[in-house]
């Protein structure tokens, strides 16, 4: 990539100072009509780029913002010939539309575009004087491209170092996900197996106990026995829904079908788990999204007094959206998640997990009203 910078800086300054003088004058010139006439060479611009399907990832709106923003600082960059000033805008524009998933050949397709209609503009006006059109044309190519080079390059070395970035975090985040995860695998081991023989036992013990007791009370130790097998039972589930295996197997929504059905089984609460991911999307989104609607859950069982929650998954383009809604008696979340609130863990984890993944999290409740948690995750840009 610095070849590329020095070749265009080298441009500028293989041009003579006399000719550089001279195409002072002609790049004023140049300046004030491209100055003059913006409004409609932007439109022009603006229509281009949509013909040549470039910033498709953007609506028309975003495009003739971004047009018109790009063009005023493209002339200024020509005005003042400064370097920086041209850099330090690439670097934003790049800044902006990189998370947009906007593509190297689109930038460098729209500065080439935008370069084709000045130089269409400056040749329409000048025709008719060759010589005059010859010096216009000669001032301005060199800084154009200049500009082309210095918006291409910087835009490559974000994107490479936002890339990196993304890597970088995506592994860092990967390695807390796994240590989260093996937690969970252990506790639910733990759970199953340790908590599981210790009941077995007591079942045992009190089968014996029952076969000493004369009929009516060993009656009421079946009821005991009864209760013992239900807690097993409810142990096992509650291991699985904590390991939850469905999620690697068999993805978000079987899983999220599971933990509702558990869910339901011990609270009574109706839940309905609705929409789709529109096929797999990365792991760490799944289970992002899966333990944020398990805690969601456990507050809707321990706080909400509902009768229904609603899980609804959407895919829109690169973003995966989760919404828990609940009938419940709601809350007042400022005063609980606002800074002298009484601290949970529950609300601030499922912030978190979301944040990290570059999402955003939204709880709307009030109290009467029920409460609604929104969860929206990017799946990655291409
Ligand atoms: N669905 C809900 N309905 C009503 N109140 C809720 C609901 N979800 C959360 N809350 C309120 O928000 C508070 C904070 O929830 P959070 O999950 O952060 O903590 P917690 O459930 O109290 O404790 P923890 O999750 O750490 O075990 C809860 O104590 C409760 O008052
Ligand atoms: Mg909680």
Redesign the pocket.
């Known amino acids: 990539m610095p070849a590329i910078q020095t070749d265009a800086r080298q441009v500028a300054s293989t041009v003579p100072a006399a000719t550089r003088r001279r195409g002072n004058s002609v790049f004023r010139e140049l300046v004030a009509h491209l100055r003059e006439h913006r409004t409609r060479l932007r439109m022009e611009w603006a229509q281009r780029i949509i013909e040549a399907r470039l910033l498709t990832a953007m609506n028309r709106k975003e495009v003739a913002a971004e047009v018109a923003s790009i063009y005023d600082n493209y002339v200024k960059a020509l005005q003042t010939g400064t370097f920086e000033v041209l850099q330090a805008y690439a670097q934003d524009l790049s800044e902006r539309i990189i998370p947009r998933g906007v593509q190297t050949h689109e930038v460098v397709g729209i500065v080439l575009l935008l370069r084709d209609v000045l130089a269409r503009s400056l040749f329409a006006k000048y025709q008719a004087d060759p010589a005059r059109l010859d010096r216009v044309l000669n001032a301005y190519e060199p800084a154009a491209n200049r500009i082309a080079t210095t918006v291409a390059v910087s835009f490559v070395e974000e994107r490479e170092r936002i890339i990196r970035h993304q890597r970088e975090t995506e592994e860092v985040l990967r390695r807390l996900n796994e240590a989260l995860e093996e937690e969970a695998k252990r506790i639910a081991l733990a759970l199953h197996d340790e908590a599981g023989q210790m009941l077995a036992a007591v079942h045992l013990a009190v089968a014996e106990i029952a076969h000493d007791l004369p009929a009516p009370a060993a009656d009421r130790l079946d009821k005991v026995q009864h209760l013992l097998k239900e807690v097993e039972s409810q142990l096992r589930r509650l291991s699985h829904e904590l390991r939850a295996p469905m999620l690697d197997t068999h993805g978000l929504m079987p899983a999220l079908e599971f933990l509702a059905k558990g869910v339901h089984q011990r609270t009574g609460l109706r839940i309905s788990v609705g929409g789709s991911t529109g096929g797999r999307v990365p792991p760490l989104v799944e289970t992002a999204i899966y333990r944020s609607v398990q ?1 969601a859950l ?3 069982a ?3 007094q509902a009768t229904k929650v609603k899980v609804d998954i959407r895919r829109n383009g690169n973003t995966v959206r989760c919404v828990v809604t ?1 009938d ?4 007042d979340v400022d005063a ?1 998640t606002g800074r002298n609130g ?1 601290r ?5 984890g499922i912030r978190e997990r979301v944040h990290v993944l570059g999402g955003q999290a939204e709880i709307l ?1 009030a109290p009467g009203r029920g ?1 609604k948690l929104t969860m929206a995750l990017p799946v990655g840009i291409s």
Not at 344 to 348: D, K
Request: aromatic residues 4%.
């Open positions: 805690e456990n507050n809707v321990r706080h909400a609940d419940g008696v709601g809350f609980v009484r949970g863990l529950g609300l601030l409740s409460t």
